[in-house]
């Protein structure tokens, strides 16, 4: 990693460097073609740099991130897989990349093809009956899919319905999801073995109950043993199942959320069909459920109609477009080539190998770690980190540390029901010895922790930067670069 | 096909070391009555040479914005897409990195969002900006949830001529919370401003576009000047590209700007992904939606990132944040990071006065052309609304004819302009291309029916 190279491009600034993107302009002047009023006094500060200074910039920045392509990333619930180079040369084809989404049907048959042929992929993959690719975002589908539920509640005199139950192991944005959705989120406890606890489902289950918000398998990596069970008492209560498909990976080709009950989800193509995370974004979101849903989803929806495809609109029931357009088509294009390069047996293959990666690593550290729920789980495991206390350390110490050993830390303090919470995916793409090393390395850190406990205290010690005050950086906001001196201009033209 | 490295051997001996029989020990947590007892109803996988020679069939199978000549608009932008915006932001440590958490191993994303929200506030003349969001119409929702947040008013002034798929995503989001949206009128293709104080007095906020969706530089200081005697707060949605040129929303003195970063090397792609931006005053730092990069120092004083302010987000507000995001559009803020560096100063100023200059003698050439009408005579920057007497579908299917991708038709959004069409031009339209469509026009036009 580079360390020395820690400037902003804005202070790699200098008047009259420049790069040769276009033209002088020939035509008339702007102050003729528009009033000056509205024409800018100052330009904006954009750097002023040569072309050469812009790659090595924005090379050696990436330098200094973790990725999968350079490092183990077994972030809990993110399902860091291995993002396949063909789908980027694929979504970068002239023919996905530049079009339009004005353009008419008629001249865009293959981009609709892809996006049609996809809805029906998901459906088949979740056991729904339709599917709607707009969301940009999981925390997108979530909100589409409670305001599908909250139409169906109106529509049928059920408008009174106000409340939507959610686990207490849930993402943060299943609660803050209801709240945009007028709903309020009401928790529900889990039991000593990391299920739904059906008691308190039952107390908090009413007439007021428009719908529950479960992820399953949970962020525990635990499948719902009670899940038919649960589904049945909401509908027999009037409610609605939305289930959070974060988690799809464990069960693709294993088991369908519309086979166990559920009326309406959402996948995460950012983690199950490995489309780039890209640091952090873009996601995609889409959304399936079950018949009586579908008059509810947004506009347009894409269909085929005799021998082609086309945009659909007149959907009176509908909720609404949810965002510009028709979603993050690139994602589409790329999560469509994930599932026709594996076929069915190649996805059932990636739980299987997913589940089997996350048991062996949980048996690895068993002995040194207290693992929070001791049975068989799916995708990932959570530790319970309480124990590092005696050895006094915390389980931010163990994730700083692990950098060191060149591996990116679990997800860390979430679930928020797990003390000191550490919660691991290895995902189906890395192989054995990785998984040892990973291993390894999290046992060495105990014993570094009795040995050298200053060493796992300051660690990182090998990043581009040590341990960073956060506290700082919220308390003394700085949000943005001001060139030194003040509000001057970064560099000046002659 | 799979990606899986473990060959059935390094399964077996996994198995053995797990004391598992086999993978199906993992998975009797599933009830035996809703297993899926059959294979996936899929095509079968393929190879990669397979795949590449299927998607490249699929691609054929639609016109590009650079197999055409292409006037479309209305929210989505061909510009020039500098050369290494591909190869350096396609590289694997950025495609393949995740939100930076772990700020110790995520310097290079943080840095590149801090320069990224510091362009953004450049260009919008604002404090500060959030590290992207999915797109300009979302983007436009958390703005007016900003909005809403800070008063006890419920009612939303949004100007007829705000993108109407913009005004859509907000009657989506916001109709079950009572929220009143109420729409300004326009007047020669600008948003009419009198009266407008008193009506802004009911109002949280005053939402407008600027260029407008008709193309239209909007009056902002006025907008401003009546919004806020009414005691409104002001959301602009804003083309970047204009603000090479434009007077900013901040020196306006707009609260919130919103838009789309897609002009900045980021491909049309079919409606996304692109790139949402949202900036706004510094009083309004914590109702920002979104992540936030801020600087700090490390424990050796050396300067750093961070994500910040993160009580505002939905992992720890949970139902009472304002904003259920949870990513942002990391990889294309990048693109865009890395084409305004590109650009620069004198290139952003290129690439706005080409596309200025080349939307008007684009519009010089159209008006020539006999059955041509303007509707709006107010000024414009790089699109404009023409109206003839061939019905828009018939016109652009006869254009098409021509290898040419006419505009936006604009009679399901505003029948008033009867046969209405949006055309634009970028910098990466020719006075041939301008040429062509004109002659194209006039041939299309001499029968109207």
């Not at chain 1, 609605?240 to 989800?265: E, H, K, L, S, W």
């Not at chain 1, 390069?341 to 996805?347: A, I, Q, R």
């Not at chain 2, 291309?433 to 029916?449: S, V, W, Y």
């Amino acid at each position: 990693m580079i360390v020395d190279d820690t400037a902003l491009i804005f202070e790699k600034s200098r008047p009259g460097r420049r790069t040769w993107m276009l033209p002088e302009p020939d035509g008339a002047p702007a102050e003729k073609l528009i009033p000056e009023k509205y024409l800018r006094k100052a330009p904006p500060r954009l750097p002023e740099v040569a072309e050469l200074e812009v790659v090595r910039h924005y090379v050696r920045l990436s330098q200094k991130s973790f990725s999968i392509d350079t490092n183990f990333y077994p972030l809990g619930s993110c399902t860091m897989k291995y993002n396949p180079k063909i789908n980027e040369k694929i979504a970068a084809l002239p023919g996905f990349a530049r079009i339009h989404p004005h353009q008419p049907a008629s001249e865009v048959q293959g981009a609709l093809q892809v996006m049609h042929d996809l809805q029906g992929y998901l459906a088949e993959i979740s056991g729904m009956d339709a599917v709607t690719l707009q969301p940009a975002a999981g925390a997108q589908g979530e909100l589409t899919g409670i305001l599908v539920i909250r139409a169906f509640h109106a529509e049928r005199g059920q408008g009174h319905r106000s409340e939507v139950l959610i686990p207490d192991s849930a993402h943060g944005t299943n609660p803050a999801t209801c709240t945009l959705a007028g709903y309020k989120a009401v928790s529900v406890k889990s039991n000593a073995r990391g299920g739904v606890d059906l008691d308190d489902l039952k107390k908090k289950l009413s007439d007021k109950t428009a719908a529950l918000m479960i992820t399953n398998p949970s962020t525990l990596g635990l499948f719902e043993e009670e899940i038919v069970t649960i589904c049945r008492m909401l509908h027999e209560a009037g409610a609605q199942v939305y289930m959070d498909g974060a988690n799809m990976n464990a069960i693709q080709g294993i088991t369908r959320p519309g086979d166990f009950g559920v009326d309406v989800m959402h996948f995460n193509l950012h983690k199950t069909f490995s489309t780039p995370h890209g640091g952090g974004g873009p996601g995609s979101g889409p959304v399936a459920c079950k018949k009586h849903l579908e008059p509810y989803l947004p506009v347009p929806r894409v269909v085929k109609r005799d021998d082609a495809y086309a945009l659909d609109y007149d959907r009176p029931k509908s909720i609404g477009r949810v965002k510009a357009f028709y979603g993050n088509f690139g994602m589409h294009v790329r999560c469509y080539a994930y599932i026709r390069t594996h076929g069915p047996d190649g996805l059932r293959r990636n739980a299987e190998n997913a589940v089997l990666n996350a048991n062996y690593l949980k048996s690895r550290v068993a002995g040194r770690f207290q693992i929070a729920y001791d049975r068989p789980c799916m995708h990932e495991f959570v530790i319970n980190g309480n124990p590092l206390r005696k050895l006094g350390i915390r389980t931010l110490d163990v994730a700083k540390r692990l950098l060191d050993y060149g591996f990116h830390p679990p997800t860390i303090y979430f679930p928020l029901i797990v003390p000191e919470c550490m919660m691991i995916e290895p995902t189906e793409s890395e192989n054995r010895e990785t998984l040892d090393a990973f291993a390894e390395a999290l046992m060495k850190i105990l014993d570094e922790a009795k040995a050298n406990p200053d060493l796992v205290h300051h660690a990182p010690h090998t990043m581009p930067v040590g341990r960073l005050d956060e506290l700082k950086a919220a308390r003394e906001p700085i949000v943005r670069y001001k060139p030194a001196g003040g509000d001057d201009v970064v560099s000046r033209k002659s | 096909m799979d990606y899986i490295q473990n060959s059935p051997d390094d399964a077996a001996a996994m198995l053995k070391a797990v004391g598992a029989a086999s993978v199906e020990d993992f998975f009797t947590s599933i009830p035996k009555e809703i297993r899926l007892n059959r294979p996936l109803n899929l095509p079968p996988g393929m190879t990669e040479q397979e795949l590449l020679a299927h998607m490249e069939e699929l691609a054929a199978r639609n016109r590009t914005t650079e197999s055409c000549t292409s006037f479309l608009g209305g929210g989505a932008y061909s510009h020039f897409i500098p050369s290494l915006v591909e190869q350096v932001a396609g590289r694997g440590e950025w495609v393949t990195s995740y939100t930076p958490y772990q700020a110790e191993a995520s310097q290079g994303t943080l840095q590149s969002i801090f320069e990224y929200q510091t362009m953004i506030c450049e260009l919008t003349g604002l404090d500060v900006a959030n590290a992207s969001h999915y797109d300009g119409s979302t983007a436009l929702a958390e703005a007016v949830a900003m909005a809403l947040d800070h008063s006890d008013r419920n009612r939303i002034l949004v100007s007829a001529a705000v993108n109407p798929q913009y005004r859509e995503v907000l009657r989506t989001i916001f109709r079950q919370l009572g929220v009143e949206f109420v729409e300004l009128a326009t007047f020669e293709g600008a948003t009419a401003t009198s009266g407008l104080a008193e009506f802004a007095a009911t109002a949280a906020a005053v939402v407008v576009q600027s260029p407008n969706f008709f193309g239209v530089v909007e009056d902002l200081a006025e907008i401003s000047r009546a919004a806020k005697a009414g005691g409104a707060r002001t959301i602009a949605s804003v083309n970047p590209v204009s603000l090479g040129l434009l007077e900013p929303p901040g020196a306006c003195g707009f609260d919130v700007a919103v838009g789309d970063a897609q002009p900045f090397g980021i491909e049309t792609s079919y409606g996304g992904p692109w790139c949402g931006f949202i900036a706004a005053r510094m009083e309004l730092i914590r109702k920002m939606p979104g992540r936030l990069v801020g600087q700090t120092v490390d424990d050796k004083g050396r300067r750093g990132f961070c994500l910040t302010l993160q009580a505002r987000e939905q992992h720890i507000r949970r139902e009472k944040a304002s904003s259920n995001i949870c990513t942002n559009q990391a990889l294309m803020a990048l693109r865009a990071t890395i084409t305004m560096s590109t650009l620069g100063r004198e290139g952003l100023r290129r690439m706005a006065t080409l596309s200025l200059q080349r939307a008007h003698e684009l519009h010089d050439a159209v008006t020539s052309v006999p059955g041509v009408s303007r509707p709006h005579q107010a000024p414009f920057f790089h699109e404009f609304v023409i109206q003839t007497p061939v019905d828009p579908d018939l016109l652009n299917e006869r254009l098409l004819a021509r290898g040419i991708l006419g505009g936006v038709d604009l009679h399901q959004s505003y029948p008033d302009l009867r046969n209405g069409v949006l055309l634009c031009a970028t910098e990466r339209t020719s006075k041939a291309d301008i040429e062509r469509f004109r002659a194209g026009l006039a041939e299309c036009l001499k029968d109207p029916r």
